[in-house]
Structures are given as structure tokens and as C-alpha cells.
Nanobody
């Protein structure tokens, strides 16, 4: 099982980025996928999750209305569109495969990608 997050980078406040999470080694369409992030000196926190079919999504309050999670099961890829970025969004972003269903709890996720750095300059 592998998950590869990409698409991070340096962006100015108010800008946008789209992260991708490419999965392999399992039947992608059977599992929910979550995005989490960890800022320097802080604990990892939940960002968003999407169900296996893509018909259910759930967001942290801090990103609701700005971030959108989606998936393309034909491409084994989940996306995180991030708009109106601010300095508080600076973190390493991780995607993870759930054990089953969807959750905001990181202990409900079994496999993790390596992370991609997002830096928002003010």
C-alpha cells in the first residue's frame, strides 16, 4: 500500500493550491481517504475526509468553505483544493487511507503518505 502526496509549495496569502494523493497497492475505490496536516511545533490535525464513493465529505471548521476534497477512482487519486490560503495553513499535508469508512480521528487511518509541504507567505 502506498500513498503519494504532491502539489505543495510556496504561495502568497489569498492564493490557491491543489494537492494530489496518488494511491496504489490496494483497491482504492473501497476506502475513505483523509487529509491531515502538521505545522511546526504543533500536533497533527484533521483537515478533510472523503468517502469511498466520494458522496460524503467532512471538513475541519478551520478550512470549511475554503478547501474542497474530491476523488477520481479511475485515477486512484484524491485531491485537496485549497483556496484563500493564509499563514495558519502552513504545514506538512498528509493523506491517509482509512481502516473503514471516514473519520476525523487519525487513529482510524491505517496507511499514510510521506507528506507535502505547504508554505503560505503573508
Amino acid at each position: 500500500v502506498q500513498l503519494q502526496a504532491s502539489g505543495g509549495g510556496l504561495v502568497q496569502a489569498g492564493g490557491s493550491l491543489r494537492l494530489s494523493c496518488a494511491a496504489s497497492g490496494f483497491t482504492f475505490s473501497y476506502y475513505g481517504v483523509g487529509w491531515f496536516r502538521q505545522a511546526p511545533g504543533k500536533e497533527r490535525e484533521f483537515v478533510a475526509t472523503i468517502s469511498w464513493r466520494g458522496d460524503y465529505t467532512y471538513y475541519a471548521d478551520s478550512v470549511k468553505g475554503r478547501f474542497t476534497v474530491s476523488r477520481d477512482n479511475a485515477k486512484n487519486t484524491v485531491y485537496l483544493q485549497m483556496n484563500s490560503l493564509n499563514s495558519a495553513d502552513t504545514a506538512i499535508y498528509y493523506c491517509a487511507r482509512s481502516r473503514h469508512g471516514t473519520s476525523y480521528r487519525d487513529d482510524e487511518y491505517e496507511y499514510w503518505g510521506q507528506g507535502t509541504q505547504v508554505t503560505v507567505s503573508s
